[in-house]
């Protein structure tokens, strides 16, 4: 498949991910239920539609799909992309934290662990 075909039909795209794999529409967690699940704004409900990937045939092949056209949000193949790449988990929305730099050990203590190994 050309890669002109694979940006401009998503249809075509998720074709060739069931080809491998003989599984009617009704057995894939995105195509039965509340499709918006997966494009959700609220890390609770991102995380269940991660879970709901867990048991799909085709989650690896919609991974390597997604990683490959870098998809600007929601959760492909069990996985959260946030502006076409991977991440752990969503943050809710909101403030951010009031001490949002980390000190480093050293400055917490007080000294400079170089000068005790000179």
């Known amino acids: 498949m050309s890669s002109a075909i694979a940006y401009t039909s998503g249809e075509a795209i ?12 009704a057995a894939l967690p995105c195509r039965s ?7 959700a704004e609220s890390p609770a409900e991102l995380e269940r539609a991660k879970a709901q990937c867990a048991d799909c045939p085709v989650r690896e092949a919609c991974l390597a799909g997604a990683l490959a056209r870098r ?13 076409g790449v991977v991440i752990a988990r969503k943050r ?8 949002a730099t980390v000190e480093p050990a050293a400055a917490k203590a007080g000294g400079d662990h170089r000068s005790a190994a000179a």
Do not use: H, Q, T, Y
């Open 14 to 25: 998720f074709a060739d991910l069931l080809d491998p794999i003989a599984v009617p529409d």
């Open 92 to 99: 809710p929305r909101g403030r951010p934290r009031k001490n």
């Open 71 to 83: 998809e600007p949000w929601g959760v492909w193949g069990g996985e959260i992309f946030e502006r």
């Open 33 to 39: 239920g509340d499709a918006d699940l997966w494009f």
